[in-house]
């Protein structure tokens, strides 16, 4: 077992737990996107952070990749966190306007409900990978991966064509936070 401090309260968790497990064991709200408890985690919506303050390095942390060590001091919930988090949610609000109902759910639960951030591209995807996970560690397929880098970064299946390891089992979409994908019958 690891000791660690969590907004002040004394916990004990398994070697290898994360903050986010650990917080969520003991019923603290932490917003999440890309985190599936059965998936792998990714960090890559970052909207899981949390203030490392004590015995660590310092500084805002992803709790879902995060592992809990002996003697942690963290704070969900600090003035940075929220500065932080509000600004993760006006990126998300910003790139994808049209289909991010859940999105602005979450974002509004967390006092967000526009967006001062314009952007020239908007999409429907936030990178979360989720898709992509779910086909590959549950379905097994790999059916689709990121491609490209920076802004160009999307997900796809390989060359943009019907992928012939897809079998239609319609994880991804079932997974995707923003509804983007459906699945249709091949012609
Ligand atoms: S839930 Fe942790 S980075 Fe997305």
């Given amino acids: 077992m690891v000791s660690f401090?969590?907004?002040d309260k004394k916990l004990q968790v398994e070697q290898?737990?994360?903050?986010?497990?650990?917080a969520q064991s003991e019923g603290i709200k932490i917003p999440t996107l890309c985190y599936h408890k059965e998936l792998k985690p990714y960090g890559a919506c970052r909207?899981?952070?949390?203030?490392?303050?004590?015995g660590g390095r310092k500084g805002l942390e992803a709790s879902c990749v995060y592992k809990v060590t002996e003697?942690?001091?963290?704070?969900?919930?600090?003035?940075?966190?929220?500065?932080?988090?509000?600004i993760l949610f006006e990126l998300l609000l910003a790139r994808c306007p049209d289909s991010a109902?859940?999105?602005k759910k979450l974002a509004k639960e967390y006092g967000v409900t526009e967006t001062r951030i314009k952007l020239k591209d908007k999409?429907?995807?936030i990178l979360c990978g989720l898709c992509m996970r779910v086909c590959a560690e549950v379905s097994q397929?790999?059916?689709q991966s990121f491609?490209?880098?920076?802004?160009?970064r999307k997900v796809q299946t390989p060359f943009d064509k019907l992928s012939e390891k897809c079998i239609g089992c319609g994880a991804c979409a079932y997974l995707c936070p923003l509804e983007s994908l459906t699945i249709e019958e091949a012609d």
Avoid: M, P
Wanted: net charge positive; charged share 30%.
């Fill in 5 to 7: 401090t969590i907004n």
């Fill in 16 to 22: 290898g737990a994360t903050i986010l497990e650990a």
């Fill in 47 to 54: 909207l899981c952070l949390v203030e490392i303050v004590g």
């Fill in 71 to 86: 003697g942690l001091e963290v704070k969900t919930d600090t003035d940075r966190v929220k500065r932080t988090r509000k």
């Fill in 101 to 103: 109902e859940k999105v």
């Fill in 123 to 125: 999409t429907n995807c």
């Fill in 141 to 143: 397929r790999s059916a």
């Fill in 147 to 152: 491609s490209s880098r920076g802004i160009n």
